[in-house]
């Protein structure tokens, strides 16, 4: 059986990506499932491992892209949670099952080390694959597994917000609109960024109630505090790194947490740590999430009919030009590359 792919092949660069063909064998192991993908998404993870910025180490030639949709095509002799038809949503740790991982859980994920979900077809462990939320199509839910889970843990497990609590999201891609919309549904203000007003607009009508269009407010932390009456806010979705994280440690209250998930704005930079030393402040970094987390996440989407938001759609010959798009930082939300 052949299996069409995107794979990176011999170095990195986008110029290296490339579409071909591989042998598959249908024989599944007992516990293997046999998976017909559909769609992905984009994640920065995926770029940055395209041009080799990621893992300089990663053994090529290697699939990319760490999320995926799809459905059943077979299952192995003893698979007893899922046949032939149904949907599912490959776990990006393939290991990691339940609460804090280990190393070994972290080095068996999807997209590097471990060929991704850019493929015609994908073997997986029948622990490796939740459910599709029922009222997504698999271009919205191809969106879950990275973004989607990350914004979930940092605002439900690490974040510690409720009704009433403050939460600041930088910037509007897939993880910080995930995160509006979870902040929402826990009954919370949210407060976003960007340097467009009309991205701003837009995420009004996902229930942002505070917008700063920090390309105008540079000192946008005083807004942030402004808008608090000074408190600071509860919950802040860190993105940028470096680059911003002085600004967020300006603006997070006392004991409040800073969920550092990104790193657009740079990963090195020399910080003065006093704000969180003198302030309680927790920084939690938020590495996605365990298979557990996300059965739970996707209960969430189903009971509240969340959608996911997904900017742009490709084809499957259009996977350079939606890297390209992605890495422009245009979009609102996710970047899907569909081939159904």
Not at 41 to 57: H, K, Q
Not at 172 to 199: C, N, P, W, Y
């Amino acid at each position: 059986m052949l299996n069409q792919v995107w794979e990176i092949q011999g170095s990195f660069g986008l110029e290296n990506l490339k579409k071909s063909t591989r042998d598959l064998s249908e024989s599944l192991s007992p516990k293997e499932v046999l998976v017909r993908l559909t769609a992905t998404s984009l994640n920065y993870r995926d770029y940055l491992m395209v041009i080799g910025t990621y893992n300089p180490r990663q053994k090529l030639p290697l699939i990319p892209c760490s999320d995926g949709a799809g459905v059943v095509e077979a299952v192995g002799s003893e698979v007893t949670l899922w046949k032939k038809g149904d949907r599912v949503l490959p776990i990006f740790a393939q290991k990691w099952m339940d609460g804090a991982p280990n190393m070994d859980n972290l080095r068996s994920t999807l997209g590097g080390p471990h060929d991704g979900c850019l493929a015609n077809f994908g073997k997986f462990q029948e622990d490796g694959l939740v459910s599709t939320p029922s009222h997504l199509t698999d271009k919205e839910a191809a969106t879950l597994g990275c973004a989607g889970l990350t914004a979930y843990n940092a605002v439900v497990n690490f974040g510690g917000i409720g009704p009433g609590s403050d939460v600041l999201c930088l910037g509007t891609g897939g993880v910080s609109l995930f995160a509006l919309q979870f902040a929402k549904m826990m009954g919370a203000r949210v407060i976003i960024t960007s340097s467009s007003d009309e991205k701003l607009e837009r995420a009004k009508t996902l229930g942002a109630d505070v917008t700063i269009n920090y390309a105008t407010k540079t000192n946008w932390e005083r807004d942030v505090r402004k808008v608090t009456k000074m408190a600071g806010a509860d919950l802040i979705i860190e993105v940028g790194g470096a680059g911003t994280m002085q600004k967020s440690m300006m603006s997070v209250k006392p004991y409040g947490t800073i969920a550092l998930i990104g790193v657009l704005a740079g990963g090195e930079s020399s910080l003065s740590l006093y704000p969180i030393l003198m302030q309680g402040v927790k920084v939690q970094g938020v590495i996605v999430g365990s298979r557990a987390d996300f059965e739970k996440m996707n209960r969430a989407i189903e009971q509240n009919k969340m959608k996911p938001v997904v900017d742009k759609v490709y084809g499957w010959d259009e996977v350079p030009e939606a890297l390209q798009y992605l890495q422009t930082g245009k979009h609102f939300g996710k970047v899907v590359v569909s081939w159904e």
